[in-house]
């Protein structure tokens, strides 16, 4: 028996982009029809190259009892065909045209991260939620994991570490070649947004924000040190994204943080994680995207080490079956498949998901604000970016797609 159980099922689900990520949250789809059969069908699938789009279905056809109809336009999708929900996969440029599209049409959106390309463009697309009274979603998964929910409750529940009070998260390393790649999109500054600081920076700002709350105060350097030659239509183009970022972040509730990568530091490599309390430290040395690892050491001063991975077990067994059911239904612990579920249901109940377009927005705009501070060299308020006061960065980005 499935967890939802509402008349609404199945829900009809059409995945627009089927490219990398596309098949990313195939696999987790899979997984939850194998645990919920009746709670929704991929109806449709959208790409521009019809190919792309004609893989995918196929590829459903796998595992679902039908496969889905094959479209390359949004617009007539989601207009002659009933759909509750939109699963978002394109571009970062796109995201709030396809968004505001299903929104406009009746469909409710679960969109890709960044919620938007701009503050701007996400704010268009919650602008049209609200207008049409429908969900929004944005796929920020990694606070979703064991480790990322483990040590939230180590921190604020069990003050393992005491009151927060500082974090640094660094890594230097050599990450580009002369030889040139085959250009992408995500090279392109109004294609993108940005590079890394909100490609897989997001996740870390996701982290940042789920674990001290919003900043107040943010102060950047972003730099591109190197150019790195892409192949585009047989000419030689450079990426347009930074290669180096020092931030400091301010929170509201007192913690003080850095954050700095940078992928053109020869010699030695280093990554530094470590967050700091009144009480206590967690250090860490895996991915800075990513942190915390399962192999973080959390130490109480005066008491000892342990690994996140041994206080994980602790963590959900002091779950309640109503939290352990909400956090991580059917036993699921894969963030995708987690935060595709958190939509379903959301779609399903009509409960908010938890990490919805305005949260999203939040989020992205942590990503922002680093770029603003170091367009005008200056610290800058966190809330003048949410609001869409600041934006030299991203005056180009709106212009350039007449946002
Ligand atoms: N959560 C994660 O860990 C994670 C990882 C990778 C990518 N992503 C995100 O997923 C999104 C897509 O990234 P990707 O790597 O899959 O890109 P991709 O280039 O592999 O795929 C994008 C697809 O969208 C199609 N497309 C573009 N515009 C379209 C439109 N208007 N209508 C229909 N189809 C259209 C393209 O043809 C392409 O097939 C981005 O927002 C990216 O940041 C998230």
Redesign the pocket.
């Known amino acids: 028996m499935g967890l939802i159980d509402v008349p609404t099922k199945p829900i009809k689900i059409g995945i627009?982009?089927?490219?990398?990520?596309?098949q990313k949250h195939l696999e987790s789809y899979q997984q939850i029809m194998q645990r919920e059969g009746d709670l929704f069908r991929i109806t449709s699938v959208?790409?521009?190259?019809e190919e792309?789009a004609k893989a995918l279905a196929a590829k459903i056809a796998e595992w679902q009892d039908s496969e889905p109809m094959v479209h390359t336009d949004?617009h007539k999708m989601v207009v002659h065909y009933e759909l509750h929900g939109a699963d978002i996969?394109?571009?970062?440029y796109?995201h709030h045209?396809?968004g505001v599209q299903c929104l406009e049409a009746g469909t409710n959106v679960l969109i890709?991260?960044p919620f938007g390309v701009t503050s701007r463009a996400s704010r268009l697309i919650l602008e049209a939620a609200r207008k049409n009274k429908l969900i929004t979603a944005c796929?920020g998964?990694i606070r979703r994991q064991p480790p990322q929910r483990a040590l939230h409750w180590a921190i604020h529940t069990k003050g393992m570490i005491g009151e927060p009070r500082l974090f640094y998260i660094q890594h230097a390393g050599y990450h580009r070649s002369n030889t040139p790649r085959a250009w992408h999109?995500r090279t392109d500054k109004f294609m993108g947004g940005g590079g890394m600081i909100m490609?897989r920076g997001i996740h870390f700002a996701d982290t940042m924000g789920y674990l001290f709350g919003e900043p107040e105060r943010v102060y950047a350097t972003v730099r591109q040190h190197e150019k790195w030659p892409h192949i585009r239509e047989g000419k030689t183009v450079f990426d347009d994204r930074e290669d180096t970022w020092m931030v400091l972040l301010n929170f509201k509730g007192g913690v003080d943080g850095f954050w700095s990568s940078t992928a053109v530091a020869p010699g030695e490599p280093t990554t530094l994680i470590g967050f700091y309390g009144s009480a206590g430290s967690i250090i860490d040395d895996g991915d800075v995207f990513m942190a915390p690892s399962p192999q973080a050491r959390v130490t109480r001063q005066g008491e000892g080490m342990r690994t996140l991975a041994e206080i994980i077990p602790e963590y959900m067994a002091a779950l309640s079956a109503e939290d352990r059911g909400r956090l991580f239904p059917h036993g699921f612990e894969d963030a995708m498949t987690l935060e595709i579920y958190d939509f379903l249901r959301a779609l399903a109940t009509g409960t908010r998901p938890e990490i919805d377009g305005e949260a999203g927005l939040r989020t992205k705009a942590i990503c922002e604000a680093i770029y603003e501070s170091a367009h005008c060299a200056e610290a800058i308020p966190y809330a003048e970016v949410v609001d869409g006061f600041i934006e030299g960065y991203q005056r180009e980005i709106n212009e350039h797609w007449g946002i």
Not at 46 to 49: E, G, K, L, P, Q
């Open positions: 627009i982009g089927c490219g990398h990520i596309a959208c790409d521009r190259v792309s949004v996969c394109t571009p970062h796109d045209l396809t890709e991260k796929a998964n999109w490609d």
